[in-house]
């Protein structure tokens, strides 16, 4: 029988990675219930007015979109909007080009991943490189990122140890504080020679035209320290409508992605340096990607464009400790990956129609949203969809059969009285039974009882109205 | 959405025993039975129910999900509480049916019943307002909070009952707040990881060293009791209402 690809991915997965991620993400629960519970008496309803700043920021989007627009414009920023990932690239490198620029220093920032920006630069003779730790690790390995936080949560030290020395970074030594130096050393040579720092952005704010970057490594302030040009790459939905909503916004970000009160750093970025600065981006210019997601705002999977990309989903998810991120095979891994890769996939919804299958539908990554989504409700929608656009889903028993059964409640007494058969079959658990097969693999099934309690209920009938008479 | 505040509390109510009820854990719908009649209860049990339609729901298989739901939206019908001893079954019925039916005409219809329907414990604690639990009941208890109880009232109902009957303590455990890996077709659709999920599960379970491991849902106790079993360590299971029922055994309440 054909296998889930997750599941495949999940078995094979070196036990070493599965307990990298697993502990990791169960370290990364712990810290954000600690972080949440230490600070409010009642975060869900933080959360949930959380969830009604972001709907309702998306669901004016066209009225925010262009109130982000003209205060960017006014605090003296270009504002460029792409409506697909090559646009959005061909527009990052044309403004490259036309000041010259040969090499970038880049923070990090996961719509840049999903146009692939990197590969675009590298192809139109532009040196890109990763500044967050992680990302840079990513880079020289040619590796992919396997949590949107952490994205080096599936690699240990010993990994990154072998690939500094690969690259002439220095000797083998996996000595965290080394590792970190040594990054350093070599980045900070990087961010001077740069002629463009590119940035991502956590939030931009419509009536003020802020951008709020956050950071652990204050590396996006070094990308913006001594480039004269400053891009920022931001999807369409990050626009949030006023500085006083980032009151919420920053204090569930910080706590649900990493347990920090505050991350150490958070910019604010208004504009290009002034006259005054001696120094900072001369040009800064704003790339608004929509990449379809205006498709998923027109679905009736929109919530899923309130997500403020903390990972606290991934983290919790049990599907996700066990197969870790590269499992989904997309940009957005975990809960939040297995809603918004498929929709964002546009015509090759049908390549990642499998990854709203893995899940048990518990509910922990609705229950952890700082922004209230209900994933577990748009993964339902999506097996809905996959169904009736015909997409076979491997391992699912096809229903036909139980919606009759369902439905007629003398198929369905015959059916409980029937079951009964299986405790007489012989070696069960070896019978290429399809489906049942699947279980009895690592588990057993309880006696059948089909029809017990109804037998009871009705004696029990009987002899009250024996009592009665 | 369905105002789960403007439930029915009466105390004639119908019993939806649930498939796995039906099919393997006679014992827990009568356990259910007995309790809700120590209650004060009039327990109907309509002869024609079936399912909630639940697999078919979460194997996106929508149209046979609402063939089913349709037909226990009619078995149920009427103004009565409808009591569920399963958490699960009680959230498809007043969360995930509006879901599947939230683009048919008879939306309304569906969200009537839905709005009639009550988890066991969230019923007895919530509904009719009893915060303790006669008799005595000798046992160290992990308690698994069955997922599809999240953000419902039955999992603090659960313990306020169980705490309150004499000789029972409640052991934690690690990773509490994870899934057992059971999710109903996922089992069979992604085996490894539902195994590996509920193999964790139970290492954490087994760390506690309870005497028995308690939820609101058979679906859940059946995955992590057939996975124990196989192993070689069967665990013991128990749904809080053979809990229930069996304390009231204990004071000698309750005749058979």
Known sequence: MAKQLIDTFARRLPGDIRTAVHDNSAAGTAARYRALGDDYDDYDSLRRLAGAIRQHSIENLDHYLAQAEESLVRNGAKVHFAVTAGDACRTVSDILQRAGVRSVVKSKSMVSEEIHLNAHLTAEGIESVETDLGEYIIQIDGDHPSHIVKPIIHKNRRDIARSFEREGLGDYNDDPAVITRRAREFLRGKYLAAGAGITGANFVVADSGRLVIVTNEGNSRFCLAAAPVHIAIVGIEKVIPSDADLAVLLNLLGRSATGQQLTVYTEFVSGPASAECSSGPREMHVVFVDNRRTEVLASNCREILRCIRCGACLNVCPVYRQSSGHAYRSIYPGPVGAVLSPLLAGDKFKELADLPKASTLCGACHEVCPVDIPIPDLLLRLRDKAHREHIPSPGTPPMGGFAVMGSHPLVWRAAMNFGAAKDYVPMLDKLPIPYLGAWLKTRTLPPWRGGKFRAWMKSRANRKKEEYS | ?256
């Open chain 2, 1 to 256: 959405m369905i105002n789960l505040a403007a439930r029915p509390k009466g105390k004639r109510v119908l019993l939806m025993a649930t498939c796995l009820c039906d099919a393997f854990f006679d014992d827990v719908a009568r356990a259910t039975v007995e309790i809700l009649e120590h209650v004060g209860c009039e327990v109907v049990f309509p002869e024609n129910q079936t399912c909630c339609g639940q697999p078919a729901f979460n194997s996106g298989q929508w149209h046979a999900a609402r063939q089913v739901m349709r037909h226990t939206a009619r078995v149920f019908a009427g103004e009565d509480p409808i009591v569920i001893p399963s958490g699960s079954c009680a959230a498809m019925m007043f969360h995930g049916s509006t879901l599947e039916f939230e683009n048919e005409g008879d939306l309304a219809e569906i969200e009537r019943v839905g709005g009639r329907t009550w988890e066991l414990a969230d019923y007895l604690v919530n509904g009719l307002g009893i915060t303790s639990w006669p008799g005595e009941f000798k046992s160290r208890i992990a308690f698994h909070r069955a997922c599809h109880t999240r953000g419902t009232d039955s999992s603090p109902a659960i313990h306020r009952l169980l705490q309150s009957i004499r000789g029972v303590e409640i052991v934690p455990f690690a990773e509490g707040e994870q899934c057992c890996g059971f999710g109903g077709t996922f089992s069979v659709a992604f085996p490894h990881i539902s195994s590996a999920m509920g193999e964790l599960k139970l290492k954490h379970l087994r760390a506690a060293d309870p005497d028995c491991i308690v939820s609101s849902d058979m679906s859940c106790l059946m995955h992590l009791a057939g996975l124990a079993k196989r192993d070689g360590q069967p665990v013991k299971v128990l749904h809080f209402a053979q809990i229930l029922r069996d304390a009231l055994y204990s004071d000698g309440k309750t005749t058979h």
